[in-house]
């Protein structure tokens, strides 16, 4: 828009200069002055009008001969150079010949050897303009070139700054859900060793306190036994602590075998309750990731402690079954629940256990599945090689 502007400007003046110089020759001055005046205003108009409008040009054309006509002199007929709707060697034509049609038809006063030669200063005269538009039309583009530079440069400064805020906030994203993902291993690895083992004390609490006054030795054994049981917790706590650091090692399915082997027989003789068990399906040798060994002894910690506690469960049966592309634990009882089809989005989320557990084998790709026929079964579906 500044530089329409300057162009009407520049423009206007010119058509001044051209009606000052053309004053002195005009036979018709007011109608003179008052065509150069219509002129300017038909030139700033259509400087400001944001479409070409027909009747625009056909204005300015009328006002432009009118005011070669009247101004008597060569330089009135430079006003046809602001044609811009045509060349400039169609300007340049219909200057020159219009001055040349004027003075030897209409006026008939001037000899054709100074008609020619003031034709040729007007060729001239018009190319000097030419020239001069030029030169401003080039450092017009080169001006809107050094501003679309400019335009790219803050452009791409912005999206660089963007690009680096977004970046910081992806990174600062990524180390809160680290931070996020190790607090929930904690939590996790602490209630599986931690949570069952306390529960167990409190049963052996409970069962020594019936004891006391009929068996009061056996009550005394039970004591010390769960006195041994909240003295491992504590242990627990600390190694859940550190088992962080061995995320990445791995175990054998035998060594998952034993695990489960003792939590089995120490669940059993804390309660007396009757435990089956089924590991035969699956080889000893298998390479499990170490966090599955975890994870895995603690779905059975909080099958075994939910069947006795919440379903009066009195006998259980622990499948334990895979191969080189996934491990399934299976634990069911006969125990009675209230968890069907119904409720069951409900009790997964009331229960802190069931939840953790469920998250963590879909964040490995594996599944959960719970069913209540004839008693509570919990099993879960881990796919080897995909753990944490």
């Known amino acids: 828009m500044v530089i329409i502007m300057v162009h009407a400007i520049s423009e206007i003046i010119i058509i001044v200069l051209l009606a000052i110089l053309g004053l002195f020759h005009s036979k018709a001055p007011v109608f003179f002055i008052m065509t150069a005046a219509a ?8 400087s400001v009008c944001e479409e070409k409008e027909k009747s625009i040009m056909i204005a300015a054309s009328v006002f432009m001969a009118v005011f070669a006509i009247l101004s008597g002199s060569f330089s009135g007929f430079l006003v046809f150079f602001f044609l811009k709707d045509v060349k400039v060697s169609t300007r340049v034509c219909i200057g020159t010949l219009s001055f040349i049609f004027v003075q030897l038809v209409i006026y008939q006063n001037m000899p054709i050897a100074m008609c020619m030669l003031l034709t ?25 070139k050094e501003n ?3 335009l790219a440069s803050n452009i791409s400064e912005m999206h660089e ?20 993902l190790e607090r929930e291993n904690i939590s996790r690895n602490i209630h599986n060793s931690v949570g069952h083992s306390i529960t167990a004390a409190i049963m052996t609490l409970d069962a020594a306190d019936m004891l006391y006054d009929i068996k009061p030795e056996e009550a005394r054994k039970k004591m010390q036994d ?8 504590l242990a627990s706590i600390r190694r859940a602590v550190r088992v962080l650091d061995d995320d990445n090692a791995e175990l054998t399915a ?5 695990q489960l082997d003792m939590i089995i027989t120490e669940f059993g003789m804390d ?3 009757e435990i089956h068990q089924n590991d035969r399906e699956m080889a000893d040798d298998i390479k499990l990731p170490h966090d599955y060994v975890v994870f895995l002894t603690g779905v059975l910690q909080e099958a075994l402690t939910n069947g006795v506690k919440h379903g009066d469960a009195s006998e259980f049966m622990v499948t334990l079954s895979g191969d080189s592309a996934h491990v399934k634990l299976a634990v069911s009882d006969n125990g009675y629940s209230d968890f069907s089809d119904f409720n069951c989005k409900q009790k997964i989320e009331n229960g802190f256990g069931l939840k953790k557990m469920i998250a963590y084998a879909e964040k490995c790709g594996g599944k959960t599945k ?5 008693g509570f079964k919990l099993m879960v579906e881990l796919p080897v090689g995909f753990g944490e």
Request: aromatic fraction near 10%; glycine fraction near 4%; avoid cysteine.
């Open 254 to 258: 035998g060594e998952l075998k034993s």
């Open 161 to 180: 700054r963007r690009l680096n805020k977004q970046l910081l906030r992806q990174k600062y994203l990524d180390e809160r859900n680290a931070r996020l």
């Open 148 to 150: 679309e530079r400019v």
């Open 370 to 374: 719970l069913e209540n026929q004839n």
């Open 271 to 273: 309660t007396g309750i």
């Open 39 to 46: 002129l300017v205003i038909l030139i700033a108009y259509r």
């Open 226 to 233: 769960a006195n041994d049981r909240i003295r491992d917790s």
């Open 120 to 144: 040729i200063f007007l060729v001239f005269a018009f190319l000097f303009l030419g020239f001069l538009y030029s030169i401003m039309e080039q450092t017009e583009k080169r001006q809107i």
